[in-house]
């Protein structure tokens, strides 16, 4: 008998501490040894930075890749989703494929996209193109709505980049680097009002790839009308679904938080749009997921001690196309409301029966292959390994051009199926 | 609707009459006129060619499904010489109880205008016209003060109006025997057995596919669901609305519900029908009424909280402040025991030259009407065809889940039902909760009333709506409310007072509909 697991964290949520009591594991402190650390961004920076040099053994675990910023910052996932698709584009892979105005037919799934101040220039031609496009700027570090502003004028970004050169110099490090994507104007509305999804990625290994796709997503709601309109651009109620955001707002509701399980969205959409185009919609989007986590794979750090869980923001348009917004490292485990709770307490649990295997002390070498029995409310969503077993022509398969065609061989909604064929 | 022999010319005679007047019978006219000019329609066979003219291009179709559309919702006077009266309400003792109901509604209606000093009704000014139309597609953003206002009334005062309901040609002997009903509801109305259930609903039979169990991940789609989809979709096509109440009785399809719903309720899609709605909403744009706070006060309080139906809050509105002005509901009071409540101008209290109905439309708002409509905004998308379906919905079904009649369908039909079957089936049950002072209908009542609207979750409840559509009957509401104490009886029996029991029962979001129905009708040895 090889003792019980000995655990520390430093998010101290309830959601995370009572799986851990459940399992009858042992909180230890800071200084003593341990064998699972579920840790912040800050402290993974800590753990694995050179000076620190700490090397984690075979019986120690951590809930974050040592740089995941690769996926988790905007910049650098744009920075790597773009390297993905010329890469695919030069090996002549069918992904790469691109329609008459050259614009990429599969791999066109993230807004837009450039870095300021550096790409100015590149940003200043593409707003010309199109001069009534509404852009909105994000601070490239920083989460849940922060620092974030929306423009239609170049004027706007001339007046904002003065204001933050003078003000101190460290513009110019990408801490304070800013992403201004081309905003989203026709999203999808429901009831009138705007909405982003939020969806539960596990990553257990970059190298072979193997996901996990969790079930009980949300739709997070604006209390406040959608209107486009450009007086209304101040409103950042309007524009943003992030909750830290919503909830200053005065209409939200502390009792469903503007949230909306994604199966009440399944089941809006295939009543009103039909079976076809919702089954497209979610195969799309588990697409774009696959398709993010491929594009960083080759620079992630596939350190065998990690595991990450991430969440992942997704803007349906108008004519039900998902648009991957961005990734979040620590998604937030604060729950705000009773629903929140139970949904992030069986996702915390679901993440660590994959991740723990009968939550016992963990032995990183392991292959990393989970029962069906313990994904709980996960379901696979590609497993590299699995995809190359069953040949090579399948990478062929994989647009999402001809999932429609794929319907009759794979029985029924994606929702209950597996997802693996297809990739 | 069934109907002898000797009533059948009589029953002829009414729908012509009843069709007479319609949209519909101008157009086949039309049609027939416009008809002339085909080279098919030959003079010496004129009758028979129109005739098959109008089978072909779809016409026959279209009165076929108004004729339907009509058997279904009227009851069709029994005899001839049946009074309006009678025919709102059978028994007169049930018509005096509804008027008192309807009598206090209206006091407490008209106490509040006056303790607060509003009108019934007022026209706004031309700014406040211009604000409300600007802020149409948002009302869910404005947050009137609306803390002195209280909806008129919730289930459980109805409850207990029902509760006190007693036939006086009945004599209720105070000695119990095994016979008497030691449920809540004290009227003696025929209500089925299970027997007879199960044959009413044998479409929900154990050998009979059903939406609702056997698309169920286990089950391969080529066993039922792959065929059940097919045979809708042809059903469609065809546009027959009996066909397609038939089919429903085995659960729609979520791609095919809001056409096939809108098909069995005879909705047109005529642009009129756009043209009525946009008139109604002018008219909410145009007048004030009372009635408003408390569709406003209602759906705060319901749906606005709902994790189901929030995000609908301004479709909500947008539906039922046209639906309080739309006078055509009035209508159905010709076979609802209920009647329209009626103020007076003024000064002229009493004068019935000077009565107005009000609300327009003759329905006063309850806490919880605004989950009548809430279901169907997964359905519809366009405010003009929501709104349709609703109107019908109601003028159909809901109307019958508050008022006082003896309809099979109606509230204390449902009530009565619920308790006999529970008494009989589940006797143990019945007598655990009735002796710790946990009267089950005290529990379920407020589920039947909003026909579980709030109470399931979504995709199950339209599972539920489908066989009341499928069975035009709201019986299965009763059923399913004793199903559910079926299923959490272990934990029933374990209880010792009404709110162990409530919260036992108090998440309902999680149960399976069809399942539970099945297995209450068909699969348990209670016979």
Redesign the interface.
């Known amino acids: 008998m090889a003792g019980k697991l000995k655990w520390i964290t430093d998010i101290e949520k309830s959601v995370l501490i009572n799986n851990f009591e459940k399992r009858g594991w042992i909180q230890v402190s800071e200084n003593e040894e341990w064998n699972f650390y579920w840790m912040s961004i800050q402290t993974i920076r800590n753990v694995f930075s050179v000076e620190n040099g700490y090397r984690l053994s075979d019986d120690q675990i951590v809930n974050h890749f040592p740089n995941h910023y690769e996926l988790t910052r905007k910049d650098l996932m744009v920075k790597n989703i773009k390297r993905y698709r010329k890469e695919q584009e030069k090996e002549g892979s069918p992904l790469a494929e691109k329609d008459e105005n050259g614009k990429y037919i599969y791999l066109d799934f993230v807004p837009v996209t450039f870095l300021l101040p550096a790409d100015y220039n590149l940003f200043v031609e593409e707003f010309r193109k199109n001069p009534s496009s509404t852009w909105i700027m994000k601070p490239c570090g920083k989460a849940q709505g922060k620092g974030i502003f929306l423009i239609n004028k170049l004027s706007q970004i001339k007046k904002w980049s003065r204001d933050s050169k003078t003000s101190s110099f460290v513009t110019q490090s990408s801490k304070e680097a800013y992403v201004i994507s081309l905003y989203i104007d026709n999203p999808l509305l429901i009831g009138g009002k705007k909405f982003d999804l939020r969806l539960y990625v596990l990553v257990s290994t970059y190298r072979p790839l193997k996901c996990y796709m969790y079930k009980l997503g949300f739709c997070r709601f604006c209390t406040v009308k959608y209107t486009p309109s450009t007086s209304e651009l101040d409103n950042m109620f309007v524009h943003l679904t992030n909750v830290a955001i919503q909830k200053h707002g005065d209409d939200y509701n502390h009792i469903h938080g503007g949230k909306w399980t994604v199966s009440n969205l399944r089941l809006y959409l295939e009543s009103t749009r039909g079976k076809e185009v919702t089954n497209k919609l979610f195969d799309e989007i588990h697409w774009i997921i696959v398709q993010s986590l491929k594009a960083v794979a080759p620079v992630m750090n596939n350190d065998k001690h990690c595991f990450e869980c991430y969440g992942y923001d997704i803007i349906i348009d108008d004519k039900l196309k998902p648009w991957l917004i961005e990734v979040n490292a620590s998604p937030s485990l604060t729950s705000s409301t009773a629903n929140d709770r139970i949904l992030k307490y069986n996702l915390i649990n679901d993440t660590l029966n994959i991740v723990v295997p009968n939550g016992e002390i963990p032995d990183c070498k392991w292959n990393k292959s989970p029962s069906k029995e313990v994904l709980g409310n996960y379901e696979l969503l590609y497993d590299e390994e699995l995809a190359q077993s069953e040949g090579p022509e399948r990478d062929f398969r994989s647009r999402p051009g001809q999932l429609v065609g794929m319907k009759g061989s794979r029985t029924k909604d994606s929702g209950r199926s597996t997802l693996t064929t297809w990739k | 609707m069934l109907h002898s022999e000797g009533e059948l010319p009589f029953v002829i005679a009414h729908m012509v009459q009843k069709l007479r007047g319609s949209a519909l019978h101008s157009q086949l006219e039309r049609q027939a006129r416009i008809s002339l000019h085909r080279s098919e329609i030959k003079l010496e066979s004129l009758k028979e060619d129109i005739k098959e003219f109008l089978k072909i291009s779809g016409w026959e179709k279209k009165l076929q499904n108004a004729v339907y559309r009509e058997l279904n919702v009227h009851q069709l006077p029994s005899h001839p010489l049946a009074t309006a009266e009678h025919i709102k309400e059978p028994l007169a003792y049930m018509r005096r109880a509804q008027a008192s109901w309807e009598k206090r509604i209206l006091k407490s209606l008209n106490s509040m205008c006056t303790e607060q000093s509003i009108p019934l009704a007022r026209k706004r000014p031309i700014a406040e016209q211009k604000e409300l139309l600007i802020k149409w597609?948002?009302m869910?953003?404005d947050?009137p003060d609306l803390s002195h206002f209280r909806p008129v009334y919730a289930p459980k005062d109805f409850l207990e109006v029902l509760i006190n309901l007693r036939n006086p040609n009945y004599e209720n002997s105070d000695q119990p025997s095994f016979r008497s009903h030691l449920g809540l509801i004290q009227v003696p109305l025929q209500v089925k057995s299970i027997p007879e259930l199960t044959e009413h609903f044998k479409e929900l039979g154990l050998n009979i596919g059903q939406l609702g169990i056997d698309d169920s991940?286990q089950v391969?789609?080529e066993l039922f669901?792959g065929e059940h989809i097919h045979i809708g979709n042809k059903v469609f096509r065809q546009q027959d609305s009996a066909a397609a109440q038939q089919y429903v009785r085995q659960g729609c399809?979520?791609?095919l519900?809001?056409e096939l719903w809108a098909l069995i309720l005879n909705i047109s899609n005529q642009p009129e029908v756009m043209l009525y709605y946009e008139q109604l909403k002018a008219n909410v744009i145009l007048y004030d009424l009372l009635a408003d706070s408390l569709i406003y006060k209602d759906v705060k309080l319901t749906a606005?909280?709902?994790?189901?139906y929030?995000?609908?809050?301004?479709?909500l509105y947008q539906v039922l402040l046209c639906f309080s002005r739309d006078t055509s509901v009035l209508e159905h009071f010709a076979y609802n025991s209920a009647s329209p409540p009626k103020s007076y101008i003024r000064g002229k209290l009493g004068l019935e030259e000077y009565a107005v109905v009000y609300p327009p439309n003759g329905v006063i708002p309850f806490h919880g009407f605004s989950m009548y409509v809430a279901p169907l905004?997964?359905?519809?998308?366009e405010p003009s065809k929501l709104y349709q379906v609703f109107r019908e919905m109601y003028v159909r079904f809901f109307f019958r889940l508050h008022s006082i009649s003896s309809h099979p369908s109606g509230i204390i039909s449902l009530c009565l039902l619920f308790e006999t079957l529970l008494q009989s089936h589940l006797p143990q049950l019945f007598y655990h909760l009735r002796e710790i002072g946990a009267q089950p209908l005290r529990i379920s009542f407020k589920w039947m009333v909003r026909a579980f609207s709030g109470y399931l979750a979504?995709?199950q409840l339209l599972l539920l709506w489908d066989r009341i559509l499928g069975y035009n009957s709201l019986e299965i509401l009763a059923v399913l409310a004793t199903a559910v104490f079926a299923f959490r009886a272990v934990n029933l029996m374990e209880v010792t007072s009404l709110a162990a029991a409530e919260a036992v029962l108090a998440d309902l979001s999680t149960l399976k509909v069809m399942p539970l129905l099945q297995i209450f009708l068909f699969a348990a040895v209670i016979n």
């Open positions: 597609n948002e869910g953003t947050e991940t391969p789609a669901e399809p979520t791609a519900r809001a606005s909280n709902d994790d189901f929030f995000v609908f809050e301004d479709y905004c997964y359905l519809y998308h979504t995709d």
